[in-house]
């Protein structure tokens, strides 16, 4: 809309670590996107965290810079990055100018949980007219398809990606079945 505040301070990393705190309380799991936050907060977190995901495009500048971020996280963690993995994302985008896959793996020795393709007919189009992604068929299917899967590794849920979405929506269903594990 346009409203959006992006001068504002941010919280310390002492005030989101409590609040990471009061939250797994109540849910037995938290994720976090720190990708534009304070490297304090940033710190903060990475040390905390039990698994990791670094999200990179499969351009060459974009892979330097996950790469460095490993080595980081690494030297965060006493060395050891644990459940650390490589999301690649916009796979397709600029195709001419991308890693391949086999050259991303060797690269960044470092487990690569997903590739997930660019599609700007559904990506762009429901950007522009501020729809959900799960509100829109085709990238359901892309939901379905890449990202799913990764829920169903990374927070142990099983559920029938066939079966139609629930009444409350998509997310509400696979934090139903989270619930019901806790």
């Given at each position: 809309t346009g409203g959006d505040v992006m001068l504002e301070d941010t919280v310390s990393a002492e005030q989101?670590?409590?609040?990471i705190d009061m939250l797994m309380v109540k849910c037995p799991i938290v994720i976090v996107d720190v990708s534009h936050s304070p490297a304090a907060l940033q710190r903060c977190v990475i040390a905390r965290a039990n698994q990791i995901m670094v999200v990179s495009t499969p351009t060459l500048p974009a892979l330097r810079l996950a790469r460095s971020l490993v080595q980081e996280v690494r030297e965060v963690r006493g060395g050891d990055h644990g459940e650390l993995s490589l999301i690649v994302n916009m796979q397709g985008q600029a195709a001419s100018s991308e890693v391949s896959k086999n050259d991303i793996e060797k690269a960044m020795e470092l487990d690569v949980a997903a590739y997930?393709?660019?599609?700007?007919?559904?990506?762009?189009?429901?950007?522009s007219e501020s729809k959900k992604l799960t509100d829109d068929k085709a990238a359901r299917e892309v939901i379905n398809k890449n990202l799913l899967p990764l829920v169903r590794k990374?927070?142990?849920?099983?559920?029938?990606?066939?079966?139609?979405e629930p009444e409350g929506g998509f997310l509400d269903g696979i934090l139903g079945k989270l619930k019901k594990k806790a």
């Open positions: 989101f670590e409590v609040l997930l393709p660019f599609d700007p007919k559904v990506f762009l189009s429901n950007e990374y927070l142990a849920v099983n559920e029938n990606t066939d079966e139609d």
